[in-house]
């Protein structure tokens, strides 16, 4: 049911998008579509006892936190652009690694927090080991940014909760900077 559902998806997306209704364009997205439907069908559903209603209420509440994604990785470019325009700005520049547990529960997840980290400037997540995330940071307001609020929205988007993770660490055992 689940691939089905994933290949109808992406086909109907393919026609909207490309706007291109020729036999050789609909055979070449129908081929697409297949292909990255055999490709990544379970990540996509990799849970596949959540029923269809709980699934639904996941969909209704990412557009919020993609919303407020979009704001963030604007903040972020604004402190980027300070540090790389205003006179005195590369003084902030302080890079490091922050490490930090994530209560987070399945792959998708975290999979889905570490792309968040990453596509906002300053950050870039480096490593992920069990429940260990390891973020290269700019400079020390990068790093404060990690202070677990993308986490929580994200658990509220899957999970309907907050996960009581860990605080980060600069890699020497003093908790968030």
Request: with cysteine; aromatic share 10%; proline share 6%.
């Amino acid at each position: 049911m689940y691939p089905i559902l994933v290949f109808a998806l992406l086909f109907a997306l393919w026609v909207t998008f490309s706007g291109l209704l020729d036999p050789f364009h609909l055979a070449l997205g129908l081929l697409s579509c297949a292909i990255v439907t055999w490709l990544s069908s379970s990540l996509a559903f990799e849970d596949r006892t959540k029923p269809m209603a709980r699934r639904w209420r996941e969909a209704r509440r990412l557009p919020g936190y993609i919303l407020w994604l979009l704001w963030q990785i604007f903040l972020a470019n604004v402190h980027i652009l300070k540090l790389a325009l205003v006179p005195g700005g590369i003084r902030e520049v302080d890079p490091r690694v922050v490490r930090f547990r994530t209560r987070l529960g399945s792959d998708f997840e975290k999979f889905a927090l570490a792309q968040s980290i990453t596509l906002t400037p300053g950050t870039v997540t480096v490593k992920i080991s069990g429940d260990e995330f390891y973020v290269h940071a700019i400079s020390r307001k990068a790093a404060r940014g990690l202070d677990g609020s993308m986490e929580r929205r994200i658990a509220r988007v899957y999970n309907h909760g907050e996960p009581a993770g860990g605080s980060p660490d600069d890699g020497e055992g003093s908790p968030g900077r």
